[in-house]
């Protein structure tokens, strides 16, 4: 928690909630601590930046010397105005059109495909041009199931078995493969996985020996809960050194590179998300404290059943440990799966305290909607002077209609 409780109860008077808070401070620290993970390779550090795409902390994040990820033309165009030049950009791409493709190779932006179908369409598109393949290892990890990338339950990736069939489009095209990318999922606190399915992407390198890049891809998890390990970096660091040495050995391009491209790592836990108490009942079994963070707000406990952990800030006097309760914390949607934290031990909670929910910086924002006509929150960077600034406006009335054909 990088706020005190009198800094959280000014900036709920001030912008009221719901509202995205971020720590520059630790934004910049997770930064460095990436980039240094392997001190004696060719490391570049790709921020994965679909965790959050707020223009301020892109900008910070490309100051701190990262380089980015896109998924879509919207994040290209996102990452450009926060000055990232083309050649710092890599559009890992699924399932788009031939314009988005387009978009990207008229930027000079690198583009990874992930199937046979997509390496046509880009020969097609820019023959005699570069490109990247990701494949799937065939190994996943993540945190749920619908966020496991690799392996043989996923729609990500070409798998080994197709490498002739990719060197066949590459070469009918005149294609040079610039690099090769995995993503075996997000969420892991033991690198051990990591680690395996790196052995199993190098293994696909050696088919290709003229690489300029290899990635490994992201999926860096933290502790949401206060019993979950920290990913050990240092060990992670070592391990990967160890096989990447091992295949620098005998792999023809020695100026190979490396990329990482962890998303949450970064984001995470630079990010609180503050909510206001608007109502506590009882029904059955169960006290409920209402808030107004739905899950238009931050999705991931409705859509992953993800942990988050929350405290109460009080705004008038401070209860005693005996006053505490176990309650249901639920937002303002009207589906019955609008559950923020279920069963958790809070102090007791009255009309005006204040709820601060930790790790929302990854995947928070960056998934929030309109459903239900809401308006997105606010989001507010505490700078590095300790004084805090207004990064993006709550959504209005007018832009919630904005967009309608009158
Ligand atoms: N690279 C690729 C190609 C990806 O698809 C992703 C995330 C990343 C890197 C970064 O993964 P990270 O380091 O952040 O784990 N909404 C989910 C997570 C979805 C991740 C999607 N892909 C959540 O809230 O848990």
Not at 37 to 49: E, F, G, I, M, T
Not at 100 to 113: H, K, L, N, Y
Not at 173 to 187: E, F
Not at 253 to 278: D, M, Q, S, W
């Given at each position: 928690m990088f706020l005190k409780q009198e800094d959280v109860i000014r900036l709920?008077?001030?912008?009221?909630?719901?509202?995205?808070?971020?720590?520059?401070?630790?934004?910049?620290?997770?930064?460095?601590?990436?980039?240094?993970?392997?001190?004696?390779?060719?490391?570049?550090?790709?921020?994965?930046?679909?965790?959050?795409?707020?223009?301020?902390?892109?900008?910070?994040?490309?100051?701190?010397?990262?380089?980015?990820?896109?998924?879509?033309?919207?994040?290209?165009?996102?990452?450009?105005?926060?000055?990232?030049?083309?050649?710092?950009?890599?559009?890992?791409?699924?399932?788009?059109?031939?314009?988005?493709?387009?978009?990207?190779?008229?930027?000079?932006?690198?583009?990874?495909?992930?199937?046979?179908?997509?390496?046509?369409?880009?020969?097609?598109?820019?023959?005699?041009?570069?490109?990247?393949?990701?494949?799937?290892?065939?190994?996943?990890?993540?945190?749920?199931?619908?966020v496991v990338t690799a392996g043989k339950k996923t729609k990500f990736g070409v798998q080994r078995e197709f490498v002739p069939e990719v060197k066949a489009i590459l070469s009918k095209y005149n294609l040079t493969l610039a690099g090769i990318n995995q993503h075996i999922g997000s969420l892991f606190l033991d690198g051990k996985v990591y680690v395996d399915s790196i052995r199993s992407l190098l293994e696909i390198a050696r088919e290709f020996p003229n690489l300029s890049f290899i990635d490994l891809g992201g999926g860096f998890g933290v502790p949401y809960k206060p019993e979950d390990n920290r990913l050990d970096l240092k060990k992670l660091s070592v391990d990967l050194d160890s096989v990447l040495s091992e295949f620098l050995k005998d792999y023809p391009n020695k100026e190979v590179t490396f990329k990482l491209e962890p998303g949450r790592y970064i984001v995470a836990e630079c990010g609180i998300l503050l909510g206001t108490v608007h109502s506590v009942k009882q029904n059955y079994e169960t006290t409920y404290v209402?808030?107004?963070?739905?899950?238009?707000?931050?999705?991931?406990?409705?859509?992953?059943?993800?942990?988050?952990?929350?405290?109460?800030?009080?705004?008038?006097?401070?209860?005693?440990?005996?006053d505490h309760e176990v309650v249901t914390v639920v937002g303002n949607i009207c589906e019955s799966g609008d559950i923020l934290a279920r069963s958790r031990k809070l102090q007791k909670a009255e009309?005006?305290?204040?709820?601060?929910?930790?790790?929302?910086?990854?995947?928070?924002?960056?998934?929030?909607?309109?459903?239900?006509?809401?308006?997105?929150?606010?989001?507010?960077?505490?700078?590095?002077?300790?004084?805090?600034?207004?990064?993006?406006?709550?959504?209005?009335?007018?832009?919630?209609?904005?967009?309608?054909?009158?």
């Amino acid at each position: 928690m990088f706020l005190k409780q009198e800094d959280v109860i000014r900036l709920q008077e001030k912008y009221g909630t719901p509202l995205y808070v971020y720590s520059e401070a630790v934004l910049r620290e997770r930064c460095r601590e990436v980039k240094s993970l392997l001190p004696n390779k060719r490391l570049r550090v790709n921020y994965s930046a679909k965790a959050n795409t707020n223009l301020d902390l892109l900008k910070i994040v490309r100051e701190e010397g990262l380089d980015v990820d896109a998924m879509s033309p919207g994040e290209i165009y996102v990452e450009q105005l926060a000055g990232f030049e083309s050649n710092r950009i890599f559009y890992i791409s699924n399932n788009v059109s031939a314009e988005e493709m387009r978009f990207a190779i008229d930027r000079g932006i690198m583009i990874s495909v992930d199937s046979l179908s997509q390496l046509e369409m880009v020969g097609q598109i820019n023959p005699g041009g570069k490109v990247a393949v990701r494949f799937n290892p065939g190994i996943g990890a993540g945190h749920h199931e619908k966020v496991v990338t690799a392996g043989k339950k996923t729609k990500f990736g070409v798998q080994r078995e197709f490498v002739p069939e990719v060197k066949a489009i590459l070469s009918k095209y005149n294609l040079t493969l610039a690099g090769i990318n995995q993503h075996i999922g997000s969420l892991f606190l033991d690198g051990k996985v990591y680690v395996d399915s790196i052995r199993s992407l190098l293994e696909i390198a050696r088919e290709f020996p003229n690489l300029s890049f290899i990635d490994l891809g992201g999926g860096f998890g933290v502790p949401y809960k206060p019993e979950d390990n920290r990913l050990d970096l240092k060990k992670l660091s070592v391990d990967l050194d160890s096989v990447l040495s091992e295949f620098l050995k005998d792999y023809p391009n020695k100026e190979v590179t490396f990329k990482l491209e962890p998303g949450r790592y970064i984001v995470a836990e630079c990010g609180i998300l503050l909510g206001t108490v608007h109502s506590v009942k009882q029904n059955y079994e169960t006290t409920y404290v209402g808030t107004d963070i739905g899950f238009n707000v931050l999705i991931r406990p409705a859509m992953y059943d993800s942990h988050h952990e929350v405290t109460l800030v009080k705004k008038n006097q401070q209860n005693t440990a005996a006053d505490h309760e176990v309650v249901t914390v639920v937002g303002n949607i009207c589906e019955s799966g609008d559950i923020l934290a279920r069963s958790r031990k809070l102090q007791k909670a009255e009309l005006g305290d204040i709820l601060v929910v930790s790790n929302a910086g990854a995947y928070g924002y960056a998934m929030s909607s309109n459903y239900n006509c809401r308006l997105r929150p606010a989001e507010v960077m505490i700078g590095l002077d300790g004084k805090d600034r207004l990064i993006r406006r709550r959504d209005t009335l007018e832009s919630l209609v904005q967009n309608f054909v009158y």
